[in-house]
């Protein structure tokens, strides 16, 4: 297996905005520091956004046929609008596939007599015997997890 520290891509949080006009451009905003003016922008708008509440009606219909509106958005957009993010594993490279020698020792970990006791006490389950586990909670498609369950597999 080949090892990670010769991947040639560089770390997500690493791209700089350097030009101001192409702010829009740019997807990176992990060293962005606001100011006191947009502070107080962003508080403004959120006060604005507030201010407005859907009407009550509207809010039911919208809760209750939700899955209407999810079938016409996805028959809209098809495949187009969620995308898988590879871009995962270069923010988190812990996530991918383990290196040789997180292998090795994931295989003692496996082999150690106490551990084998804790395993078979607890009830089995898919992925029991799994060296690395994920927790993903949220609300999409599972556009975060499948490249991750596909690397790792």
């Not at 451009?25 to 507030?50: F, L, R, S, T």
């Not at 209750?64 to 995962?88: C, P, S």
Request: net charge negative; with cysteine.
């Amino acid at each position: 297996m080949a090892d990670k520290t010769a991947n040639p891509r560089p770390q997500f949080g690493n791209r700089m905005l350097t030009d101001p006009s192409k702010v829009f451009e740019h997807n990176a905003w992990d060293n962005v520091e606001w100011g006191e003016e947009q502070e107080e922008e962003a508080q403004a708008k959120i006060a604005e956004n507030a201010a407005v509440m859907v009407d009550e009606q509207l809010k039911e219909k919208y809760e209750n046929e939700a899955n209407q509106f999810w079938d016409e958005f996805y028959t809209q957009h098809q495949n187009r609008f969620f995308k898988d993010r590879h871009w995962l594993f270069t923010e988190f490279p812990e996530l991918d596939t383990p290196t040789e020698s997180e292998a090795v020792a994931s295989s003692e970990m496996l082999n150690n007599e106490c551990y084998q006791k804790v395993t078979q006490v607890e009830e089995a389950y898919p992925g029991v015997q799994a060296n690395k586990r994920i927790l993903e909670v949220g609300c999409g498609v599972g556009n975060t997890v499948f490249p991750i369950l596909e690397a790792n597999k």
